[in-house]
């Protein structure tokens, strides 16, 4: 257990009683308890106050769970979230996993559970937050590697070598989950500016009245509100890199705006006259097509052949399996350091080998994570994988199972290979590559009639 400040938990519940029990069980000297009945009234706290681990329901009465996750994805990136929800619904819990929830639990639960839950993702909240205080890059320093052997992720590291201690802006493309954010973090920390601040935003989740401020700063006065003179992005990745994800979000005028800062390096607050210079290496990415979306006149043109100088595309994770077991060697050994080494069992290696993996990396990750979470003497089995995995993993097997045994199919191809050749025993042995006395035994051994 971490002997650091105290926790400070968020549960987001419609229900009092999940509120009451909260505040009367869970708060104490080391945990600082904090309740919502409604997403609104959850927004409006996480915009005020950090924190470490987010209880949060499903249902809501003003909104989805998973709307209010990818929030809080986007704005308390050190919290670790669990789902909790009074439905069994499988779907809900896979969307969960995929967008980063820590775990998943289902009403009613156990004191005893729910405080062991909160516990796992409270050190894990506490590492990535130490791991990224500790960085120059403000990042997770395992989310600085790149890990993978593939042809693909070669490739991948290639690219990044070559690009990374130029000043050109880099497009990083590829599925939610593949591991952008990983590409970007390598990037800048070979570049010239590895000693400077890597400055991360998610433009979805840019408030998109306060669009422009957030990027560029703003003067004293240039809105309602505006009472001091505040910097932007801009500004603070001035000397470093701004990482901008998920680019395919920003609108049009922004689009333009940031079009003539990669050109010029230039760029006025808002409401302000002077024009100020900045020095920043900008990387982008993006799951959309852009290429598409400029025919549909949603991204400019410009800026898209701007950000299409030097561009990575990162394979999906079910393009490139053989990098399954090497990531999967790399979580056990990361998610908890301060743990003993955890270990997978055969079985659950073949389910991670048949999963398809849409949600990628990221997915992988969490599903490691929640394995470790459940597992017993350091061993993670298929008990502790989510149903939708073990199920494909059953399948694979079904359509992999032979409907002959090895005897079977032997006799079935010297048959077929006597019957081509008229019974000529010589040229059967010839072309099963067999010698004759050998060829003989088995004819005789397989009651074969020639």
């Known amino acids: 257990m971490y002997t650091t400040d105290a926790m400070n938990l968020l549960v987001v519940d419609d229900e009092p009683s999940i509120c009451r029990l909260a505040q009367k069980e869970l708060a104490s000297s080391e945990t600082i308890v904090t309740t919502a009945s409604t997403a609104a009234q959850a927004m409006a706290i996480s915009g005020e106050q950090d924190f470490d681990v987010i209880l949060l329901d499903v249902r809501l009465p003003d909104g989805h769970g998973l709307t209010l996750l990818e929030h809080f994805r986007g704005t308390l990136p050190d919290a670790e979230v669990v789902m909790i929800t009074g439905y069994s619904e499988v779907s809900v819990a896979v969307d969960a996993m995929k967008m980063g929830a820590h775990d998943y639990i289902t009403k009613p639960f156990s004191l005893k559970q729910i405080k062991q839950v909160i516990e796992k993702a409270y050190q894990c909240s506490r590492l990535r937050r130490e791991n990224r205080t500790q960085g120059s890059s403000g990042t997770l320093k395992s989310e600085r590697e790149l890990i993978g052997l593939s042809p693909g992720m070669k490739r991948v590291g290639f690219l990044i070598n070559k690009v990374a201690r130029t000043r050109a802006p880099v497009l990083i493309t590829g599925e939610s989950g593949a591991g952008k954010d990983v590409v970007a973090n390598a990037i800048h920390s070979k570049s010239l500016c590895a000693d400077k601040k890597l400055i991360v935003k998610n433009c979805g989740t840019f408030n998109k009245d306060l669009l422009r401020s957030e990027l560029f700063g703003y003067r004293k006065g240039a809105f309602t509100g505006a009472q001091e003179s505040q910097d932007g992005l801009l500004s603070l990745a001035n000397n470093g890199s701004l990482f901008l994800d998920e680019v395919g979000e920003l609108s049009m005028d922004v689009q333009s705006m940031l079009l003539r ?190």
Not at 382 to 398: G, Q, T, V
Not at 423 to 428: P, T, V
């Open 261 to 450: 800062v990669l050109e010029t390096q230039k760029y006025r607050r808002v409401g302000d006259t002077e024009e100020r210079t900045v020095t920043v290496r900008f990387l982008f990415a993006t799951n959309r097509d852009l290429a598409r979306e400029v025919e549909a006149g949603r991204f400019h043109e410009a800026l898209y052949h701007r950000l299409n100088i030097f561009r990575i595309e990162i394979p999906p994770l079910r393009e490139r399996p053989e990098d399954i077991p090497v990531l999967t060697e790399y979580f056990l050994g990361h998610l908890y350091p301060e743990k003993p080494p955890y270990r997978i069992s055969k079985r659950t290696m073949e389910c991670f080998m048949a999963y398809h993996w849409p949600g990628n990396v990221r997915e992988l990750r969490n599903v490691i994570e929640r394995a470790i979470i459940l597992a017993e003497n350091e061993l993670l089995t298929a008990h502790s994988l989510p149903r939708e995995i073990i199920a494909k993993c059953s399948e694979y097997k079904d359509r992999a199972k032979p409907s002959m045994s090895l005897e079977d199919n032997e006799k079935e191809l010297i048959q077929k290979v006597l019957n081509l050749v008229g019974n000529n025993r010589n040229e059967a042995a010839r072309i099963l590559h067999i010698g004759r006395k050998t060829l003989y035994r088995k004819i005789c051994k397989f009651n074969i009639p020639t």
